[in-house]
């Protein structure tokens, strides 16, 4: 799919985007969110959608997130205005292939359920590697394709339908693990069924 296509499929999903995906997806955002509240710093999270996990981060943690998608961050906004949110930095429209963000910029990087309705993944994880600061953590948490025969069978008969809705069923976790300078630290299934990963990324 294409940066339009994309930006017409949330902004159909934006108004129903939490009480669908959204609770499907909540037991691993909860999971890497509190991993990145363990060390105080800078976050930036990379397709920041409607801001789910936004309440999340600890009070003491600065968070900055993007999308491409206007109508996901109206959401975003409204729910840091909800919550009193004090330590968001900025959520901006931007395209996570050519962040307006300085080298080194931040202390961690998130990217949560973005990999796989981007039409550019790998060059997502350049610029991630590019604005997070060296010895910072990248956590990446997406759907990657299963290696179970069954499953495999499953999510390549239902691609064309993903695709319709604005997401691949059909995802290699090799377009993550080029090499951008970063080390993988851990690969860990999430709830439910291991459905999703949290890929632990550091760089050198």
């Known amino acids: 799919m294409d940066m339009t296509a994309i930006q017409k499929a949330y902004k159909r999903w934006a108004p129903h985007y939490d009480m669908s995906f959204g609770m499907i997806s909540d037991w691993g955002r909860s999971f890497v969110v509190s991993e990145v509240n363990k060390k105080p710093g800078h976050v930036l999270e990379v397709g920041v959608g409607t801001g789910l996990s936004l309440p999340m981060y600890a009070p003491d943690m ?117 090499d951008h300078g970063l080390t993988l630290v851990e690969i860990k299934p999430m709830r439910p069924f291991g459905l999703f990963k949290r890929l632990h990324f550091k760089k050198l």
């Open 62 to 178: 600065l968070v900055s997130g993007i999308d491409v998608s206007d109508n996901m961050l109206d959401y975003a906004r409204q729910r840091a205005e909800k919550h009193r949110l004090r330590n968001i930095s900025c959520l901006e429209n931007m395209d996570a292939t050519h962040m307006r963000f300085a080298d080194g910029s931040f202390d961690m990087v998130v990217a949560m359920f973005i990999m796989s309705v981007a039409p550019k993944p790998e060059d997502i994880m350049r610029d991630i590697a590019r604005v997070v600061k060296p010895g910072g953590d990248i956590y990446i948490l997406n759907h990657f394709s299963s290696e179970n025969k069954a499953m495999d069978f499953i999510e390549r008969a239902s691609q064309p339908v993903c695709q319709m809705i604005g997401w691949n069923s059909v995802f290699d976790m090799q377009r993550v693990l080029g």
